[in-house]
């Protein structure tokens, strides 16, 4: 089994990507981490450097960590993160000649 990232995802990879499904699809789990980030983000055996990448909408980080592609999109949209900075932290990570697919 694979992710976009590794051959075998992290538990990093698993468990934040485990957080943002939940997060994303159920409207109580939305509004409980909207009222308190941090006691929402506690539920789960994250790092406090997962916990802040997701509560500190780090798109690039989360990106790097393996996050699934679709979740990290579900998370923006939910969260609301502009789709420009989303792109743009994105953007950030790519290396020379990175784009030459984009034209």
């Not at 997962?50 to 798109?59: E, Q, T």
């Not at 579900?74 to 792109?87: F, K, N, Q, T, Y």
């Amino acid at each position: 089994m694979s992710n976009w990232r590794q051959m075998m995802p992290t538990t990093e990879a698993y468990l934040l990507d485990k957080v943002l499904y939940q997060l994303h699809h159920n409207a109580e789990d939305l509004a409980a981490y909207n009222a308190d980030k941090a006691a929402y983000l506690a539920r789960f055996r994250l790092t406090p450097d997962m916990a802040a990448k997701i509560s500190g909408n780090d798109v690039a980080g989360l990106y790097e960590a393996g996050v699934n592609p679709y979740l990290l999109r579900a998370h923006c949209i939910g969260v609301r993160i502009p789709e420009d900075v989303s792109l743009a932290a994105l953007r950030s990570l790519m290396k020379e000649g990175d784009d030459k697919w984009l034209s």
